[in-house]
């Protein structure tokens, strides 16, 4: 609910619930990849339904972040290092919610949105950088890209968000299809409870959407989800 409201598919958190349970990080990258496809499919369409869509932008960002996200997912990390990786993803998560919750750009008014002036020359560039990331942790980038995009006034929170959004879905996509490719988790790995996963997923989506495009954002909640992310990057790390 709270990441569809946003554009973003909920990777990170979906990583950080798992962490905490104590899932086998040979399970959380598919399993997050693949309820990222999903969330960000239907909060693309939403977004795009409101005209919170620039194709030229997105593509721009795809152009780099696709292959990347296809070679970072083809490749098997060691147990250790993807958590010590997931770990470093997560506290910087934390730290983007709990700016996010404060920040005056996230806190407009959502009728003023400003112009969409991403650089199309430099954003193949990022979209790489995230891509990789992107790929190697089972996520969909967007909590790199968000930041970035809001950080250098390139667009408003609603304009990000329909960037991020399609930007994750086809990110995801590269992913799980490197590793698919490349051999570094099976379609066996990918556990039967995605399923029921992805229902649940979709009816906070649905909420989530509808939060996102009319009204204002709950700081509680995200404050409240930077600190579980903070718990799970404990854990990873193994500070808690």
Same mark, same amino acid.
């Given at each position: =609910?709270?990441?569809?409201?946003? &554009?973003?598919?909920?990777?990170?958190?979906?990583?950080?619930? =798992?962490?905490?349970?104590?899932?086998? #990080?040979?399970? =959380?990258?598919?399993?997050?990849? @693949?309820?990222?496809? /999903?969330?960000?499919?239907?909060? @693309?369409?939403?977004?795009? &339904?409101?005209?919170?869509?620039?194709?030229?932008?997105?593509?721009?960002?795809?152009?780099?972040?696709?292959?990347?996200?296809?070679?970072?997912?083809?490749?098997?990390? $060691?147990?250790?290092?993807?958590? +010590?990786?997931? &770990?470093?993803?997560?506290?910087?998560?934390?730290?983007?919610? /709990?700016?996010?919750?404060? %920040?005056?750009?996230?806190?407009?008014? #959502?009728?003023?949105? @400003? $112009?969409?002036?991403? #650089?199309?020359?430099?954003? #193949?560039?990022?979209?790489?950088?995230?891509?990789?990331?992107?790929?190697?942790? &089972?996520?969909?980038?967007?909590?790199?890209? %968000?930041?970035?995009?809001? +950080?250098?006034?390139?667009?408003?929170?609603?304009?990000?968000?329909?960037?991020?959004?399609?930007?994750?879905?086809?990110?995801?996509?590269?992913?799980?299809?490197?590793?698919?490719?490349?051999? %570094?988790?099976?379609?066996?790995?990918? $556990?039967?409870?995605?399923?029921?996963?992805?229902?649940?997923?979709?009816?906070?989506?649905?909420?989530?959407?509808?939060?996102?495009?009319?009204?204002?954002?709950?700081?509680?909640?995200? +404050?409240?989800?930077?600190?579980? =992310?903070?718990?799970?990057?404990?854990?990873?790390?193994?500070?808690?």
């Amino acid at each position: =609910m709270f990441y569809s409201s946003v &554009g973003h598919a909920g990777a990170s958190g979906y990583l950080a619930a =798992m962490a905490i349970v104590g899932v086998a #990080p040979e399970l =959380m990258r598919p399993t997050a990849l @693949t309820l990222n496809i /999903v969330i960000a499919a239907f909060t @693309t369409w939403r977004f795009r &339904g409101a005209r919170f869509f620039d194709a030229k932008i997105v593509g721009a960002f795809l152009a780099g972040s696709v292959p990347l996200a296809f070679i970072g997912g083809g490749i098997k990390l $060691p147990s250790e290092i993807y958590k +010590l990786l997931v &770990g470093v993803v997560l506290l910087c998560s934390a730290t983007y919610l /709990v700016w996010r919750s404060y %920040s005056k750009r996230w806190q407009s008014d #959502p009728a003023a949105e @400003t $112009p969409v002036t991403v #650089p199309i020359f430099i954003a #193949p560039f990022i979209g790489a950088a995230v891509g990789l990331l992107s790929g190697l942790t &089972g996520t969909g980038g967007g909590i790199f890209l %968000s930041p970035i995009i809001l +950080l250098m006034a390139w667009a408003g929170p609603k304009a990000t968000a329909g960037i991020a959004a399609p930007f994750i879905m086809v990110n995801s996509i590269g992913g799980l299809s490197g590793g698919l490719y490349k051999g %570094s988790f099976a379609l066996a790995t990918i $556990p039967n409870a995605v399923v029921p996963l992805c229902a649940a997923a979709l009816v906070g989506a649905v909420l989530g959407t509808w939060l996102g495009l009319y009204k204002l954002s709950n700081r509680l909640l995200i +404050l409240t989800l930077a600190f579980v =992310m903070l718990i799970a990057s404990g854990k990873l790390l193994g500070l808690t």
